[in-house]
């Protein structure tokens, strides 16, 4: 059977990111890229809305794979109808039809150890992948606070006016997202960015309770990196420490 291949979200390389924020990444040094994040630049890690979009598109690939467990799960139970778990079944005294078929159903009912393997490996793979890209974008976010920070001239008081009217400007604007009172941009995009982690935990317990069900008699390999081990307790690797 030839391997599943699952759709990957494009990543868009240029968002709709402020003109300041792109100019501050061109001065800012570049952080490494870990291995697991794939076509997610720093310029989009800093439009929180495409950012969403992105994670939106990206969780919905779990679906995709637990509908393929809950085919597969429902395809051995199709075949417990036609094929009793013993044939000696039918020299009992007490068989009939119907109880042959409840046997064969709770019988075949069950995924291949094969298949729950290769499910599993796609799921830690999508797992790794997005909390590995929410943390790399937590990251961005932090240097381009700090660079933004660093950039900030001493105020004098002849200033302060300015900047007053400067903040009442940024509070009266149309905003994305709601943004708390006296929260500064970059507070917000950490906050929020943080939320993301919360919801990716939520996403995987719920994709790894419909795996359990399906795959009951799996375990990892051994040779499991702590990570996968997370995962499979419901917990993510700094859970775990």
């Not at 570049?30 to 969403?52: A, H, M, N, Q, Y």
């Not at 709770?106 to 291949?112: I, L, Q």
């Not at 943390?135 to 920070?149: L, P, R």
Request: aromatic residues 6%.
């Amino acid at each position: 059977m030839a391997p599943a291949v699952y759709w990957t979200p494009t990543m868009r390389t240029r968002p709709s990111a402020p003109v300041d924020a792109k100019q501050s990444l061109e001065e800012m040094a570049p952080i490494p890229t870990p291995p697991s994040v794939r076509d997610v630049t720093p310029s989009l890690c800093l439009s929180l809305v495409e950012f969403k979009d992105m994670l939106r598109q990206f969780r919905a690939v779990d679906d995709s794979v637990t509908l393929r467990l809950n085919r597969a799960f429902a395809h051995s139970r199709d075949r417990g109808t036609s094929l009793p778990p013993s044939l000696l079944m039918q020299h009992d005294k007490s068989y009939s039809s119907s109880t042959a078929t409840d046997l064969g159903r709770s019988t075949y009912s069950s995924v291949s150890e094969t298949m729950c393997a290769s499910i599993w490996l796609d799921l830690v793979d999508l797992w790794t992948r997005r909390e590995d890209t929410i943390k790399y974008c937590m990251e961005i976010n932090a240097q381009q606070a700090q660079q933004a920070q660093a950039a900030q001239a001493p105020i004098n008081k002849e200033d302060l006016l300015d900047l007053d009217r400067a903040q009442a400007r940024e509070r009266s604007a149309p905003i994305e997202i709601s943004r708390s009172r006296g929260e500064s941009t970059a507070e917000f995009m950490a906050r929020q960015l943080r939320n993301e982690l919360m919801v990716e935990s939520i996403v995987r317990r719920r994709s790894l309770e419909v795996f359990q069900s399906r795959c009951k008699m799996f375990q990892p390999s051994t040779q499991a990196c702590e990570r996968e081990w997370a995962y499979w307790h419901g917990r993510s690797r700094d859970e775990m420490k």
